[in-house]
């Protein structure tokens, strides 16, 4: 089966490819990349415009599917499913399951949940066993079996010199330890952002130093043993500070940020809606701008979602009360287009490196973040004009806890095609049509 895309706008990053480029995708590879092919009989043609962007599949290192543990909040089929929506073919769950991903046979357990949903499926497995902190897991065996890299997310790892062992370990390897940033004592029982919203809505306040603290001790125990750090979801524009320097100074320091800090504040939990609580939480306006010049000048290198499905029965507790997280994958893209892309903030190029090919090379991903010939033909197709209203009730997560319910977003995925298979169309305009 071979399907043409013909006429859309070629944008890989890896190759530095930005042009009006038809691309012939043959069974499950992308078989050429050129002006004008000519369509051959059975080809099936989708007609784009030069508006539409043909991209590598997106990437998302950051995702909590639930599997196993808690399948009412999410599967992986399910999880998958919102993948595809938001135009993600590969994504990185992390460990935080019941059980915990810490061992070989819960490796293979994700390995084997992935084969069926079309896209590629890779296990973060746990630093620390049951991410109790205490015992590390055997990192050698597990990235034998898979695990492209390593964190207690949800969690601190909150001995320093366990996070000095395990970069040692894992410095072996060359694979990342993923950094959820967070120092518990200052945490606290704090449940928003501390500043001006926290007193005024009288809620405990998480401050900004309980992030960047622990950055700054990563930051040090990366130059120390060489090893590499990955900071997951950050937040804070000193945290920003930290990460900058240490990167200027050349340590093998990575960072995401998530579409949420780009996009929005503490002053949106002035509802006490606990679909804008997650840990990091949203901070102040400041910290939005220093978010969006980090991921302008390289700083940030990734956007992740950090998608944390929870059920509408714990999302309608107080504030206080219900668990952090929220849902990103059907919105990810919508959002960055709309906060960095239509206010000229960031090319076509630098969004599709922030969301595919950087996380692809960071994570050594070897089959996802580009689109050249020869590669496994996982490709969007993106439409950055289109306007949508966001509405829970569409989404393919099982879970509904998204802080961009009813927001009308700019730009949106309208097809997938993961291993050469079109798993996403989105709209009608570009069904497909077989020649004869
Ligand atoms: O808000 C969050 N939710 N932050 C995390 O680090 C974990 C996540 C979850 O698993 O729900």
Redesign the pocket.
Same mark, same amino acid.
């Given at each position: 089966m071979k399907t043409l895309l013909k006429g859309g706008r070629v944008i890989d990053p890896a190759s530095g490819l930005d042009a009006v480029m038809d691309v012939l995708i043959d069974g499950s590879q992308v078989a050429a990349i050129a002006p004008n092919i000519a369509p051959e009989q059975a080809y099936e043609v989708v007609q784009l415009t030069p508006q539409h962007w043909v991209t590598p599949g997106l990437v998302d290192v950051h995702v +909590?599917f639930r599997d196993p543990g808690s399948p009412d909040k999410e599967t992986t089929e399910t999880g998958a499913a919102a993948a595809i929506a938001g135009g993600f073919t590969t994504v990185c769950v /992390?460990p #935080?399951t019941s059980p915990v991903i810490d061992s070989t046979p819960m490796v293979q357990y994700i390995l084997n949940a992935a084969k069926p949903t079309g896209i590629q499926i890779f296990p973060i497995a746990a630093v620390t066993r049951g991410l109790e902190g205490e015992e590390m897991t055997s990192i050698g065996t597990l990235v034998s079996q898979g695990a492209v890299a390593f964190s207690d *997310? =949800? &969690?601190p790892v909150a001995s320093a010199n366990m996070m000095r062992k395990a970069l040692e370990y894992s410095k072996m390897f060359d694979v990342p330890i993923v950094c +959820?940033a967070e120092d518990c004592s200052l945490f606290g029982n704090g449940v928003m952002h501390e500043g001006y919203y926290s007193t005024l809505l009288g809620l405990p306040g998480i401050p900004s130093v309980a992030e960047s603290v622990m950055v700054a001790r990563d930051i040090e125990l990366a130059r120390f043993t060489g090893g590499r750090v990955h900071f !997951? +979801?950050i937040s804070s524009k000193e945290s920003v500070a930290l990460i900058r320097k240490a990167k200027a100074e050349g340590l093998r320091i990575t960072a995401e940020t998530t579409p949420h800090y780009l996009a929005l504040t503490d002053a949106c939990c002035q509802a006490y809606d606990p679909d804008f &609580? /997650? #840990?990091?939480p949203l901070r102040a306006e400041t910290d939005r701008q220093a978010l969006i010049e980090a991921v302008m000048d390289g700083t940030i290198d990734m956007i992740a979602t *950090?998608h !944390? @499905? +929870?059920t509408p029965d714990e999302k309608s507790m107080a504030f206080d009360c219900s @668990? #952090? =997280?929220?849902i990103g994958l059907e919105t990810a893209l919508g959002v960055v287009l709309t906060q960095l892309f239509h206010t000229a903030k960031l090319s076509p190029t630098a969004i599709i490196e922030l969301m595919s090919s950087k996380p692809a090379e960071v994570f050594k991903l070897k089959d996802s973040g580009k689109l050249s010939v020869g590669q496994r033909a996982d490709i969007t197709v993106i439409d950055p004009e289109q306007e949508w209203t966001v509405d829970p009730a569409q989404f393919r997560s099982k879970s509904r806890n998204s802080p961009f319910k009813g927001q009308t977003l700019k730009g949106r995925p309208v097809m997938t095609f993961a291993n050469g298979q079109c798993l996403l169309q989105q709209s009608e305009a570009l069904q497909a049509s077989a020649l004869v």
């Amino acid at each position: 089966m071979k399907t043409l895309l013909k006429g859309g706008r070629v944008i890989d990053p890896a190759s530095g490819l930005d042009a009006v480029m038809d691309v012939l995708i043959d069974g499950s590879q992308v078989a050429a990349i050129a002006p004008n092919i000519a369509p051959e009989q059975a080809y099936e043609v989708v007609q784009l415009t030069p508006q539409h962007w043909v991209t590598p599949g997106l990437v998302d290192v950051h995702v +909590h599917f639930r599997d196993p543990g808690s399948p009412d909040k999410e599967t992986t089929e399910t999880g998958a499913a919102a993948a595809i929506a938001g135009g993600f073919t590969t994504v990185c769950v /992390m460990p #935080n399951t019941s059980p915990v991903i810490d061992s070989t046979p819960m490796v293979q357990y994700i390995l084997n949940a992935a084969k069926p949903t079309g896209i590629q499926i890779f296990p973060i497995a746990a630093v620390t066993r049951g991410l109790e902190g205490e015992e590390m897991t055997s990192i050698g065996t597990l990235v034998s079996q898979g695990a492209v890299a390593f964190s207690d *997310d =949800g &969690k601190p790892v909150a001995s320093a010199n366990m996070m000095r062992k395990a970069l040692e370990y894992s410095k072996m390897f060359d694979v990342p330890i993923v950094c +959820h940033a967070e120092d518990c004592s200052l945490f606290g029982n704090g449940v928003m952002h501390e500043g001006y919203y926290s007193t005024l809505l009288g809620l405990p306040g998480i401050p900004s130093v309980a992030e960047s603290v622990m950055v700054a001790r990563d930051i040090e125990l990366a130059r120390f043993t060489g090893g590499r750090v990955h900071f !997951a +979801h950050i937040s804070s524009k000193e945290s920003v500070a930290l990460i900058r320097k240490a990167k200027a100074e050349g340590l093998r320091i990575t960072a995401e940020t998530t579409p949420h800090y780009l996009a929005l504040t503490d002053a949106c939990c002035q509802a006490y809606d606990p679909d804008f &609580k /997650m #840990n990091g939480p949203l901070r102040a306006e400041t910290d939005r701008q220093a978010l969006i010049e980090a991921v302008m000048d390289g700083t940030i290198d990734m956007i992740a979602t *950090d998608h !944390a @499905p +929870h059920t509408p029965d714990e999302k309608s507790m107080a504030f206080d009360c219900s @668990p #952090n =997280g929220v849902i990103g994958l059907e919105t990810a893209l919508g959002v960055v287009l709309t906060q960095l892309f239509h206010t000229a903030k960031l090319s076509p190029t630098a969004i599709i490196e922030l969301m595919s090919s950087k996380p692809a090379e960071v994570f050594k991903l070897k089959d996802s973040g580009k689109l050249s010939v020869g590669q496994r033909a996982d490709i969007t197709v993106i439409d950055p004009e289109q306007e949508w209203t966001v509405d829970p009730a569409q989404f393919r997560s099982k879970s509904r806890n998204s802080p961009f319910k009813g927001q009308t977003l700019k730009g949106r995925p309208v097809m997938t095609f993961a291993n050469g298979q079109c798993l996403l169309q989105q709209s009608e305009a570009l069904q497909a049509s077989a020649l004869v």
